[in-house]
């Protein structure tokens, strides 16, 4: 069985940084792709991240980008997702989801067949 946990979520002030981590059990697929997600109340789901293996290349939405850093520790089988500068329109939930292929997408839709993690919460005042 495949298994997504995440951690590292919390409450920071604005500008604040915090490092979320994914540890992913069960999964076997040499090829991956990995991506965050984050759900903001009373929006829909929308992908920050995905890193990929090939060649570890990496994603991010225009929102997230020079701020947040993805990457993925094989041997431990986590994934981190780096968030620095925090802001208050970063508060969510923040999901991650790995599926067998190295495609990445940012579009839910298009990460079709993924597995996923309950979720974290990260809060950021102003």
């Known amino acids: 069985e495949v298994q997504l946990v995440e951690s590292g979520g919390g409450s920071v002030q604005t500008g604040e940084s915090l490092r979320l981590s994914c540890t992913i059990s069960g999964f076997t697929s040499d090829e991956f792709a990995i991506a965050w997600f984050r759900q903001a109340p009373g929006k829909e789901r929308e992908g920050v991240s995905c890193?990929?293996?090939?060649?570890?290349?990496?994603y991010y939405d225009y929102s997230v980008k020079g701020r947040f850093t993805i990457s993925s520790d094989n041997t431990e089988n986590t994934s981190y997702l780096q968030m620095n500068s925090l802001k208050p329109e970063d508060t969510a939930v923040y999901y991650c989801a790995v599926r067998g292929t190295r495609r990445c997408y940012l579009a839910e839709r298009k990460f079709a067949g993924a597995y996923w993690g309950q979720g974290t919460q990260v809060t950021v005042s102003s």
């Open positions: 890193i990929s293996s090939r060649n570890n290349e990496t």
